[in-house]
């Protein structure tokens, strides 16, 4: 079985500092042996982290859109921020990977779309993020799950890490996959442990977005 944390950003990412080494030792230490890089509008730090981690890693990114993040999983290259909820979808299509809501009802990060709109795009998703252990309310999760449960689709969760010490803390244990088809079928498997991260590692990400910013 694998331990698998979902949503994991690095120094890539506008809004994080994290090294790659640091992320890799910090999986060792938590046991975590599969993990999704998913950086704010890049797959480049993802890329060199297949090439160098020990473990199992998916090339994913958040797009961010006029109406939200999509997320796209098992992709080979960048996908621009900026573009629509449609050509997003469309271009993770492009390559082949598998489309993924992250944190949709999020309070303050979920899609700004009306919940007929929601339901309507269930039908060009692959998977639901139904845990994020950075959204500080239950009933962004519960919403989630029940949206996944009601359009048959796969649930997956991630600390949505930005730090070294988030990562792992929320987690899917899962069977072992080799491909996006078995990656699928293994979600339906999988069993989610689930950790709120503090509001306080927030501070986190606004103080890189800051630094960077200079």
């Not at 244990?173 to 950790?195: N, R, V, Y």
Request: charged share 30%.
């Amino acid at each position: 079985m694998l331990k698998a944390d979902f949503h994991i950003h690095t120094l890539y990412s506008m809004d994080c500092q994290t090294k790659l080494e640091d992320i890799i030792e910090r999986c060792i230490e938590m046991e975590i042996d599969c993990i999704a890089i998913s950086d704010h509008g890049t797959v480049e730090g993802a890329l060199k982290m297949q090439e160098i981690a020990p473990f199992k890693v998916i090339v994913a990114e958040e797009v961010l859109t006029p109406n939200g993040e999509i997320m796209g999983m098992f992709l080979k290259e960048t996908i621009p921020s900026g573009i629509s909820i449609d050509e997003a979808i469309s271009r993770v299509r492009e390559q082949d990977g598998l489309v993924c809501l992250p944190h949709p009802f999020d309070q303050f990060r979920g899609l700004a779309l009306s919940t007929d709109e929601i339901d309507k795009l269930a039908e060009r998703i692959d998977i639901v993020e139904v845990f994020n252990a950075r959204s500080p309310l239950s009933t962004a999760a519960e919403k989630a799950l029940a949206y996944a449960e009601k359009h048959k689709l796969p649930g997956t969760a991630g600390s949505d890490a930005h730090s070294p010490g988030e990562i792992g803390r929320t987690y899917v244990e899962m069977p072992d996959f080799s491909d996006k088809e078995e990656f699928l079928q293994a979600l339906k498997k999988g069993e989610i442990s689930q950790h709120k991260a503090s509001i306080l590692v927030h501070l986190n990400s606004t103080w890189a977005k800051i630094k960077k910013s200079f």
